[in-house]
């Protein structure tokens, strides 16, 4: 069985899509069908089935795309390790993960620390919500990952090493001209009349636990697709909002952070895959700290 051909069921699967998979593979339809096709009399099952809206895996389409992606990637990993070698120096791309506020936030400078101390290294970066960062570490695709324990959580991996960076208290952001904006700490009663906007469900339990404990609801009205665009309802006056404490002094100018009462507090870690990390990984995770500690003492 050819690599290429598990590469177009996988593709299928995860597109969901005959034509889309084709799209992306630069292939035609008829092509990716026959594919498709051929693997299935080769392995003498049924792999996917279609609907009305595309294509899914059968149960043994579902069992043999897990164990074909884990293939998959290790033959991507190989063929990485191989490009990666020159004149016997491994030169190896460092894969850095981080969600959005600290790709924002204490990523750049803990990398900035990490070139001024190693010399020349090639990395990258990759933004993502924590739980899917998570997964790519743990199957060797990024090296190290900067992620919150937001709702719903970090999962226990044997996998991946996970080190407590620290904690980053939760503040609101408001229009500038709120009348509560620039008047200190704030305790989220006084805001139980706002229209609150968010753009994660993990930022939105932590709001919805907050205002829990003091007894009131946050009516969570709008919703964005990202922070900025969170910050925009804000700046219009459409609605308040939760922000990274570790973010309030990056924000734009016609919104203010204002600290919460009790804020609602998030985890930071850095994780690690246990199984071939990179030779710079415990060295970033070690600036990581440093840059999260000196954020909070400054």
Same mark, same amino acid.
């Given at each position: 069985?050819?690599?290429?051909?598990?590469?177009?069921?996988?593709?299928?699967?995860?597109?969901?899509s005959? $034509?889309?998979a084709?799209?992306e593979? *630069?292939?035609?339809? $008829?092509?990716?069908?026959?594919?498709i096709?051929g693997?299935?009399?080769?392995?003498g099952?049924?792999?996917?089935?279609r609907?009305p809206?595309g294509? /899914?895996?059968?149960?043994?389409g579902?069992?043999f795309?897990? *164990?074909?992606?884990?293939t998959?990637?290790?033959?991507?990993?190989?063929v990485?390790?191989?490009?990666?070698?020159q004149?016997g120096? %491994?030169? /190896?791309l460092?894969?850095?993960?981080?969600?959005?506020?600290?790709?924002?936030?204490?990523?750049?400078?803990?990398?900035?620390?990490?070139?001024?101390?190693?010399?020349?290294? /090639?990395?990258?970066?990759?933004?993502?919500? $924590?739980a899917?960062l998570h997964?790519?570490v743990?199957? &060797?695709?990024?090296?190290?990952?900067?992620v919150?324990?937001?709702?719903?959580g970090?999962?226990?991996?044997?996998?991946?090493?996970?080190?407590f960076?620290?904690l980053?208290?939760?503040?609101? %952001?408001?229009?500038?001209? *709120?009348?509560?904006? &620039?008047?200190?700490? %704030?305790?989220? /009663?006084?805001?139980? &009349?706002?229209?609150?906007?968010e753009?994660?469900?993990g $930022?939105?339990?932590?709001?919805?636990r907050?205002?829990a404990?003091?007894?009131?609801?946050?009516?969570?009205?709008?919703?964005? +697709?990202d922070?900025?665009g969170?910050? +925009?309802?804000?700046?219009?006056?459409h +609605?308040?909002a939760?922000?990274?404490?570790?973010?309030?002094?990056?924000?734009?100018?016609?919104?203010?952070?204002?600290?919460? %009462?009790?804020?609602?507090?998030?985890?930071?870690?850095?994780?690690?895959?246990?199984?071939?990390? *990179?030779?710079?990984?415990?060295?970033?995770r070690?600036?990581?700290?440093?840059?999260?500690?000196s954020?909070?003492?400054?």
């Amino acid at each position: 069985m050819e690599l290429t051909v598990w590469r177009t069921f996988v593709t299928v699967c995860r597109l969901g899509s005959l $034509s889309a998979a084709a799209a992306e593979l *630069h292939h035609t339809q $008829s092509a990716v069908s026959r594919q498709i096709a051929g693997l299935e009399r080769q392995l003498g099952v049924t792999l996917v089935e279609r609907h009305p809206r595309g294509v /899914r895996p059968t149960p043994a389409g579902e069992v043999f795309r897990r *164990h074909a992606k884990v293939t998959l990637d290790e033959a991507d990993r190989a063929v990485r390790a191989v490009r990666e070698v020159q004149d016997g120096v %491994v030169d /190896r791309l460092l894969a850095i993960g981080a969600t959005p506020s600290l790709a924002a936030g204490i990523v750049p400078e803990a990398v900035r620390n990490l070139l001024e101390r190693g010399g020349s290294h /090639r990395w990258s970066l990759l933004p993502g919500l $924590s739980a899917a960062l998570h997964h790519r570490v743990a199957d &060797g695709d990024l090296d190290i990952a900067v992620v919150t324990d937001t709702p719903p959580g970090l999962p226990h991996d044997p996998r991946v090493d996970r080190r407590f960076l620290g904690l980053d208290a939760m503040a609101v %952001v408001l229009p500038t001209g *709120h009348p509560r904006a &620039g008047r200190g700490p %704030v305790h989220i /009663r006084a805001l139980a &009349g706002e229209t609150w906007a968010e753009d994660n469900d993990g $930022s939105a339990a932590l709001l919805r636990r907050h205002a829990a404990r003091a007894g009131v609801d946050a009516r969570i009205d709008l919703a964005a +697709a990202d922070l900025p665009g969170k910050l +925009a309802l804000v700046a219009t006056g459409h +609605a308040v909002a939760l922000v990274p404490g570790i973010l309030t002094g990056t924000l734009r100018t016609d919104v203010v952070p204002v600290p919460l %009462v009790d804020p609602p507090t998030r985890g930071i870690y850095a994780i690690t895959p246990r199984r071939d990390p *990179h030779p710079s990984a415990a060295l970033l995770r070690d600036l990581l700290a440093g840059a999260f500690g000196s954020l909070h003492t400054t």
